[in-house]
């Protein structure tokens, strides 16, 4: 039997914070109703299901890369990053790995790539839950460190409020100066 780790991250069109990445490896004795694309789901059935996967996976771990990360290597290979510390945070083995998207993290088991995995892919989608609902948590955090950016309220996407707060009250360590609004205020 083979033991499927799914893989995916959330935040990469962001322009603050980390770009947060989750392995998941569900136990099918344990089975979770309701698993679908984190973007699809209510912030509440997003913590439901969260805290869930996290009772009764067999194995889950989030791996993330920051935003000067971000600015030296690139959001992709950001992103591929934070999937393999996700991946080498797991306990358990897995020997196939499903990753949502069309790039392939450097792990050390073969797997597939799946476009829209997250809609589709059971493992995949509990990995997009829990990582949104950790990036979220984060974002929180975030905004009491640095009150005044809403950072709670768009969770570091370029919303046009979020621009105007950051023309503002000026760029911060939490940004991605790499990224279009950002390098346009550092200019």
């Given at each position: 039997m ?11 069109g ?8 989750a ?6 004795k ?6 679908a694309d ?14 869930l ?15 000067s ?12 990053l ?20 069309t ?7 073969p ?19 829990i ?8 974002m ?5 460190l ?5 950072l ?5 996407y370029?919303?046009p409020?979020h621009?105007?707060?950051l ?21």
């Amino acid at each position: 039997m083979n033991i499927i780790v799914g893989l995916d991250e959330v935040g990469r069109g962001c322009i603050a914070g980390p770009v947060v990445a989750a392995a998941v490896i569900l136990d099918s004795k344990k089975p979770i109703a309701g698993l679908a694309d984190s973007k699809k789901l209510t912030k509440k059935k997003r913590d439901e299901l969260s805290a869930l996967i996290q009772e009764r996976a067999l194995d889950w771990s989030i791996g993330r890369a920051e935003a000067s990360e971000i600015d030296d290597i690139n959001i992709l290979q950001a992103s591929l990053l934070a999937m393999e510390r996700a991946f080498k945070g797991l306990m358990v083995a897995a020997d196939f790995a499903q990753v949502d998207g069309t790039f392939y993290p450097t792990i050390n088991i073969p797997g597939e790539c799946v476009k829209g995995g997250d809609a589709i892919i059971a493992e995949i989608s509990a990995a997009s839950i829990i990582a949104k609902v950790y990036r979220d948590e984060h974002m929180l955090l975030l905004d009491t460190l640095y009150p005044g950016y809403k950072l709670s309220k768009h969770q570091g996407y370029p919303t046009p409020e979020h621009k105007k707060l950051l023309a503002e009250k000026g760029v911060i360590s939490i940004y991605r100066r790499s990224f279009a609004p950002v390098k346009g205020l550092l200019a």
